[in-house]
T-cell receptor
Framework: KQEVTQIPAALSVPEGENLVLNCSFT??????LQWFRQDPGKGLTSLLL?????REQTSGRLNASLDKSSGRSTLYIAASQPGDSATYLC??????????FGPGTRLSVLP | ETGVTQSPTHLIKTRGQQVTLRCSSQ?????VSWYQQALGQGPQFIFQ???????GRGNFPPRFSGLQFPNYSSELNVNALELDDSALYLC??????????????FGPGTRLTVL
């Protein structure tokens, strides 16, 4: 059974800093991994989807990598801005299985 | 292109009551998944509908049930509400099946409070 954890649970950084959010999963036979952003009390916004045949995906200031052998994915945010403040969730699925979410990392970017 | 919409936005019920939540999927999407998100936690998978048939279920009791309609909109019904059912209920749609690698798009959620 796939299990997903995220460290740290919360992170506070000054504006302009580059940062890395971590996501770990227990079953390396992962099929895909998706990163989301969630603002307080709101739904999830899809950021990046990495399929098992890919090692990374990029969108603007965001870069997500996937290392199946180590059971890890990282989300890199360059030149952070106060508008990036939100909770970031990763979700992993194995083939034929539904997504399992991590608990999220709450990010605060201070002006 | 219209995104995923959910109604109502907020709902307050009392223990033992029944509730129906609604979701309209993104245009062209034929799969809808429902999730429950308790405060401070990640979403938990409830069930998924693909072309009007249930196609997977998480660890939720039978009092959680659903429907998908020919236009691919969906309902989540919860009977005999309990205090622990208080949560944000999220609906996600995808073109095909997320379990086969398809990206999910989420609605804004329905906040359910059970008193």
């Amino acid at each position: 059974k796939q299990e997903v954890t995220q460290i740290p649970a919360a992170l506070s950084v000054p504006e302009g800093e580059n940062l890395v959010l971590n996501c770990s999963f227990t079953d390396s036979a992962i099929y895909n991994l998706q990163w989301f952003r969630q603002d307080p009390g709101k739904g999830l916004t899809s950021l990046l989807l990495i399929q098992s045949s890919q090692r990374e995906q990029t969108s603007g200031r965001l870069n997500a990598s996937l290392d199946k052998s180590s059971g890890r994915s990282t989300l890199y945010i360059a030149a952070s801005q106060p508008g990036d403040s939100a909770t970031y969730l990763c979700a992993a699925s194995n083939y034929g299985q539904n997504f399992v979410f991590g608990p999220g990392t709450r990010l605060s970017v201070l002006p | 292109e219209t995104g995923v919409t959910q109604s109502p936005t907020h709902l307050i019920k009392t223990r033992g009551q029944q509730v129906t939540l609604r979701c309209s999927s993104q245009s062209g999407h034929n799969t809808v998944s429902w999730y429950q998100q308790a405060l401070g936690q990640g979403p938990q998978f409830i069930f998924q509908y693909y072309r009007e048939e249930e196609n997977g279920r998480g660890n939720f009791p039978p009092r959680f049930s659903g429907l998908q309609f020919p236009n691919y909109s969906s309902e989540l019904n919860v009977n005999a509400l309990e205090l622990d059912d208080s949560a944000l209920y999220l609906c996600a749609s995808s073109l095909f099946l997320p379990s086969l690698g398809d990206e999910q798009f989420f609605g804004p959620g329905t906040r359910l409070t059970v008193l």
